[in-house]
């Protein structure tokens, strides 16, 4: 099993930023591939970004790429997305998940583990 804890949610202006991290707790986290995806009111959950089991290859959403950063201190059990340029358009709910392979995965239904979430609102 492993638990996945969101925080660093909040309100913010466009054009602001906000740092997400995703604590992990339980069976090894270090070799799971981790994602970031989120769920706005009346849509359907998306992909935001992907990172390996290293870290060394990440990879992100058309509409979040340039501005969003994903990272990882396996020494700390922590995946994080650092949120650059917030549009209002970003207003969502954002869920961390991990997976039992090391590698990508741009799907849900690639993530064994999922997070509560955190509530990110932008402000126009």
């Known amino acids: 099993q492993v638990q996945l804890v969101e925080s660093g949610g909040g309100l913010v202006q466009a054009g602001g930023s906000l740092r997400l991290a995703c604590a992990a707790s339980?069976?090894?986290?270090?070799?799971?591939?981790m994602g970031w995806f989120r769920q706005a009111p009346g849509k359907e959950r998306e992909f935001v970004a992907t990172?390996?089991?290293?870290?060394?290859?990440?990879y992100y959403a058309d509409s979040v790429r340039g501005r969003f950063t994903i990272s990882r201190d396996n020494a700390k059990n922590t995946v994080y997305l650092q949120m650059n340029s917030l549009k209002p358009e970003d207003t969502a709910i954002y869920y961390c998940?991990?997976?039992?392979?090391?590698?990508?995965?741009?799907?849900?239904?690639?993530?064994?583990?999922w997070g509560q979430g955190t509530q990110v609102t932008v402000s126009s």
């Open positions: 998940a991990a997976r039992f392979r090391g590698g990508l995965g741009l799907s849900g239904s690639e993530y064994d583990y």
């Open positions: 339980g069976r090894t986290f270090s070799r799971n591939g």
């Open positions: 990172i390996t089991w290293t870290g060394s290859i990440t």
